[in-house]
């Protein structure tokens, strides 16, 4: 990580959002004390994370990317292990426990070995673990990464719930696009260990405009980019990335934008419009896609 | 490269809430009771460590019996039988550092390692059970080598002794077990090198014939491993009341005096594999 620095509100849902190697679960390694940071500072809930790593942790669970839970010991024992060491009063941890296992659709499958469980369930009690604790921080590092699409949109419906925990504050990493722009109230996309963009998913995509146009040009992009922009038909957030032109619509609608375009001396193998994603804004910023 | 930022939301005001001080007794409890359940779930990390010294005590050490004799007057099976202990003692150490393998390839081990409790109980924990299953299998060794006909003198600090000496003798091993299974990422090698921790130091360590039978040089690298020094306590304590053993490393007459310095070399070498062990594992823990 270089030089990156943000602020999480208490009860926010923060994203981080890049691709793969990008640095999220670096970030998240470092504010869970699991990577040591070489320089800067880090508080969760005031607490220092290099000076004071015990408190910070006392006030924080982690999701991990990779599967972390003894197979061998059933789902319940998990549980108990987690709450057992994070000081959860043993009176009302079984009461927590139950509870947890009830709001994730767990509690007929708690008394068998995790072994047993599928991808989706061990993930589920994964979050489920980590909510024992009531932490006041969360934090899910690619909580869907691995699991099949119905799985995975069970588990983004779940994770959308925990925005009903207002006292609980998640960190998401993600290089999902839809999961940011879903669960998250603040997105930070990171890219090479930087973060490069840093707002709400809305007001990150409304920079980019209603709807953009996409062109795939037979020559010099540049070229036909600065034409379009002679024309008036893009502005300076038009960019082109090979031979990719991208050009977000502002003053006019996508089949107007499309048809002025066409009529211009430019040989384009393709050109569509649509509308605009995070990953656009990724793309504008760093000239890598998000998305594969 | 554009960065865009705004500001956060405005963070309501920040108390900062020290975590109340808690003891490490109940998180260590919690530790060890969970590296028990994971072990009582692969009962072959609890009995394969204990085929070889059973078969050893109860079927080749009678034999060898028949045809040597008695060792400085003491019965062979006798004598092997506590020098099986310098076996099983290492093999049930290094064998359950392969679960310190498993839980970092397949386990919980990152959650315990964001958990609000110092790291240094996650490795105190397994060390607890190691000490158990090994207390537990010396036992079932001692059965096994009476019922089989050998004969021990236990008298209360004898007993003292052999226990302080098995102890010392299974934390070192369990500490070098810890820095091994954190210093190798697959299960395959470190199964591999057990044998040249585990076995090899064995057969120079008095356990079959005394060092003194070894050639100088030999006899002077036994010296130097603290399970010669671990079973002439044992056998001290339980079997050799003349501190032949004992006497062969140190060439005093005092017996108490011998077997108090035999374990302080083991205490050294349990203090500094099992602080070594903290270390790496912490430092393994924390990229």
């Known amino acids: ?83 057992r060491l994070w000081g959860v009063d043993p009176t009302t941890s079984s009461t927590a426990i139950d509870d947890v296992l009830d709001s994730f659709g767990l509690a007929d499958l708690a008394s068998r070995t995790v072994e047993s469980y599928s991808g989706g369930q061990r993930r589920r009690l994964e979050i489920a673990r980590a909510l024992v604790s009531a932490p006041e921080v969360l934090f899910l590092d690619e909580p869907t990464v691995g699991l099949d699409p119905r799985i995975r949109f069970e588990l983004l419906d779940l994770i959308a719930g925990l925005r009903a925990r207002a006292e609980t504050t998640v960190v998401l990493t993600t290089h999902y696009l839809d999961e940011a722009e879903r669960l998250c109230d603040r997105v930070a996309i990171v890219h090479e260990g930087r973060i490069v963009a840093l707002d709400a998913p809305t007001k990150l995509l409304a920079g980019m405009g209603a709807n953009l146009v996409e ?74 896609r998000l998305a594969a | 490269m554009t960065a865009i930022t705004t500001a956060p939301p405005t963070p309501s005001p920040l108390v900062l809430r020290r975590p109340a001080a808690r003891s490490i007794v109940a998180p260590l409890a919690t530790l060890t009771r969970r590296r028990f359940a994971l072990s009582a779930h692969t009962p072959r990390e609890i009995v394969v460590p204990l085929m070889t010294p059973i078969l050893f005590s109860v079927v080749i050490a009678p034999a060898l019996a028949k045809v040597t004799g008695a060792i400085h007057g003491i019965d062979y099976m006798s004598f092997v039988a506590i020098g099986t202990v310098g076996l099983l003692v290492p093999l049930n150490c290094m064998f359950a550092g392969i679960g310190v ?127 010669t020094h671990a079973l002439a306590v044992m056998r001290y304590g339980l079997l050799d009341g003349r501190a032949t053993g004992l006497h062969d490393i140190w060439g005093m007459t005092n017996a108490t005096a011998m077997a108090a310095l035999s374990l302080l070399v083991v205490a050294a070498y349990a203090a500094l594999l099992l602080s070594l062990s903290v270390r790496v594992f912490s430092r393994a823990a924390v990229k």
């Not at chain 1, 795939?216 to 002679?230: H, I």
């Not at chain 1, 003053?251 to 050109?271: C, F, H, K, P, W």
């Not at chain 2, 002794?161 to 090698?189: D, H, P, T, W």
């Not at chain 2, 921790?197 to 039978?213: E, K, N, R, T």
């Open chain 1, 1 to 83: 990580m270089r030089d990156i620095s943000f602020a999480v509100a208490q009860g926010e849902v923060f994203g981080l959002l890049g691709p793969n190697g990008a640095g999220k679960s670096t970030t998240v390694g470092m504010l869970t004390t699991t990577v040591r940071p070489t320089a800067g500072t880090a508080r969760l809930m005031g607490h220092d994370v290099a000076a004071d790593p015990l408190a910070a942790r006392s006030v924080s669970a982690v999701v991990f990317q990779e599967p972390t839970v003894d197979g061998a010991l059933t789902g319940r024992r998990n549980l108990e292990i987690h709450a």
């Open chain 1, 215 to 288: 062109l795939r040009v037979d020559g010099d992009a540049s070229r036909a980019l600065r034409k379009l922009r002679a024309r008036g038909l893009a502005g300076d957030d038009a960019f082109a990335v090979g031979a990719t032109l991208t050009v977000p619509v502002h003053d006019r609608s996508a089949r107007q934008a499309v048809a002025a375009i066409a009529e211009l001396d430019i040989a384009t193998g393709a050109i569509s419009a649509r509308p605009p994603t995070l990953d656009d804004v990724y793309l504008r910023l760093t000239g890598d």
């Open chain 2, 101 to 227: 393998i498993v839980d970092r390839q397949s386990g919980a081990r990152r959650d315990l390692l964001a958990a609000p409790v110092p790291r240094s109980l996650i490795v105190f924990g397994n060390l607890a059970v190691a000490l158990s299953i090994s207390a537990f299998q010396v036992v079932a060794l001692f059965v096994a080598a009476v019922l089989r006909g050998a004969q021990f003198d236990a008298r209360p600090t004898g007993v003292v002794f052999f226990a302080a000496a098995a102890v010392l003798l299974a934390v070192a091993m369990y500490g070098g077990a810890e820095i091994l299974a954190n210093r190798i990422s697959k299960q395959e090698e470190y199964i591999g090198a057990v044998p040249a921790i585990a076995i090899v130091p064995w057969f120079f360590a008095g356990s079959l014939f005394p060092i003194s039978a070894l050639p100088t040089f030999l006899g002077a690298f036994a010296k130097v491993l603290p399970l």
